[in-house]
């Protein structure tokens, strides 16, 4: 608890501490030439190896271990989905990244890590090909996917890091296990009976995650809010100090522009609490 207090408290700098993992697929011949692959050499009639870099906030990592004796569950909605393995007593479910990403696994040539991981107080494994490190950087050192990056990648990409000559994507894994389970995604409460749906407040709502933003969405507009959505804190600044100049130049009240705004703490460019 000390050391998630201590990453906690480090958001307050405008910074993030990331474990950098790797996954290795497999390539067919078609698809080294993608422009941006960088594939090993291969004959024309081969297979080739790619090493595609990602990342998750260490905020979210309970820890990494080798992999678990895995025992297979007699029905799985995915093929990603290897089975579920004991922990100190915790049965956790154990998810094949690469193959939930779509892509081929390359053979192996080194065991197998496994990062186990919590979030909206549920826990998951998580196969992949090997951990790097920890790097701790700035949010200011991670893009934002633009529009089309991001719906190529159904949304599973809130981050983009060039670190020593690689790119690192960061994944939503709260999408992953959605998806995986939609009874297991982050829910908020009923809206109950004291909403009317006629309120007429403006919203302002920071988040890097498409899942959050959109459920965040649906539950104000449902008790009356107009929303306006932004994906990071930068973004929600700019919109901000827009507003800011309106009703300097207007000479109307900062309520006629917004009531309330709403914010992730984790995000690129700028996190929610430098926003704050």
Known sequence: MAELTNILLESGTNELEMVEFYLDETLLP????????????????????????????????????????????????????????????????????????????????EEPKTIVTEFNNVTTAFMVSGVNRIHRISWEQVEAPNPYMAAVSSNTIVGVVKLEGRIIFLLDLEKVVANLNPRLSLRLDDLGEDWDGTTGYRALVADDSALVREMQRDLLEKAGFKVIITTNGREAWECLTAFRRRVEEEGRPLSDFVQVVVSDIEMPVMDGLNLT
Do not use: C
């Not at 078609?30 to 260490?58: H, I």
């Open 30 to 109: 078609g698809d080294a030439l993608l422009e941006g692959l960088t594939a090993q050499a291969a004959g024309p009639d081969e297979a080739a190896g790619y090493r595609g870099y990602y990342g998750v906030n260490v905020a979210k990592v309970l820890e990494i271990i080798r992999m678990p004796k895995v025992t297979e569950l007699p029905e799985v909605q995915h093929e990603s989905v290897l089975g579920a393995f004991n922990l100190r007593s915790r049965i956790i479910p154990l998810v094949d990244l690469t193959l939930w990403l779509g892509k081929k696994p390359a053979g192996r040539t």
